[in-house]
């Protein structure tokens, strides 16, 4: 587990990245066994991560006190992307049901966002919670084009949008109407802007593999701008976090990217299997926990999570 794993390191493109891994930690590989991993959501409290084995239709937990591996819920409803909101519960993309769920403090299951105007979701991908409770989601058709992460059905919606969820009125608004395929989202540190990835590709080699950033209107609820933030050189950004100093992370097909504050990538870590998603965790929030295909990666950074 601590030896070195044939395949990852870091590689320096900008000198900046130099400052940002500590140079004889290793990656390690935490766990094997899934068929596509997504979704890692640290849970600060409970000292455990938790994350997706879509097609295999299960919610994995690796507990940092012991390093042992269980199946934290099965069926998951082929759920993909997680995060813990700011009351330390989960949240869900779910692509069977094609709902965004809240696990409560119970363990009962919430039902954030189902429907856009009377018409059933796709598949919703990924999730954020931002500090004033509202919810924003992407939801490309990923989870409805085939069996093997969802059920296949038509697209009710007809196309694939970001949607915010109100914390109050819990009305699910459309926010961002011109994406393929919107999947991994964040915000920046200070939360006056929105990065969302577009990974079109994957289904039309004319289509998209880049990052757009989105500036927050005053009262936080709508998005303006969308330039292209970074284009992916390897495969698509999917999944991605932000550090505290507003470098962004994220995944690719050969591993980790580190995108400075303009978007130039400046450093990555190689990993040997495609990354679909990541997240800082730790007391410190210095390690970097990493789902790639069939594994769960870590590595501790000299950056901390935003
Ligand atoms: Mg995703």
């Known amino acids: 587990m601590f ?9 320096t493109i900008e000198s900046e990245f130099n400052e940002c891994f500590i ?5 390690e590989r935490l766990w094997t066994g899934a068929r596509w991993s997504e979704g ?4 600060p409290a409970g000292r455990y991560l938790v994350w997706s084995d879509i097609p295999n239709n299960r919610l994995m937990r690796w507990d940092e006190t012991d390093g042992s591996v269980s199946v934290f819920r099965h069926p998951s409803n082929n759920a993909n992307g997680n995060t813990v909101d700011q009351q330390g519960r989960l949240v869900s993309c779910e692509h069977l049901t094609r709902r965004v769920t809240r696990t409560e403090h119970d363990g009962s299951v919430t039902v954030i966002a189902e429907k856009f105007q009377g018409k ?7 999730v954020v919670v931002k500090s004033d409770g509202s919810v924003w989601f992407t939801d490309p058709s990923y989870g409805i084009m085939m069996d093997y992460e969802g059920d296949r059905a038509e697209s009710e919606i007809g196309a694939c949008h ?3 969820v109100d914390p109050i009125s819990g009305t699910v608004e459309a926010v961002a109407t011109d994406f393929l395929k919107p999947n991994g989202l964040a915000f920046s540190p200070d939360e006056t802007e929105l990065y969302i990835a577009d990974t079109g590709i994957t289904h039309d080699p004319d289509g998209p593999a880049h990052i757009r950033r989105f500036t927050l209107s005053p009262d936080g609820k709508s998005l303006s701008g ?8 390897r495969g698509v950004f999917d999944g991605f976090r932000f550090d505290r100093d507003g470098r962004l992370w994220s995944s690719a097909a050969d591993g980790v990217h580190c995108l400075d504050r303009t978007g130039n990538l400046i450093g990555k870590i190689s990993i040997p299997e495609m990354v679909g998603n ?3 965790g730790g007391p410190k929030r210095n390690r970097l ?7 769960l990666y870590s590595v501790f950074l000299n950056v901390n999570g935003a």
């Open 23 to 27: 140079g004889h930690v290793r990656v």
């Open 120 to 126: 059933r979701l796709n598949s919703p991908n990924d």
């Open 289 to 295: 926990f990493i789902a790639g295909t069939t594994s």
């Open 40 to 43: 890692p959501a640290w849970f």
């Open 278 to 280: 990541l997240c800082f």
């Open 3 to 11: 030896g070195v794993i044939e395949g990852t390191g870091f590689e």
């Open 226 to 233: 969308g330039a292209l933030f970074a284009e992916c050189s």
């Open 162 to 164: 970001v949607y915010r």
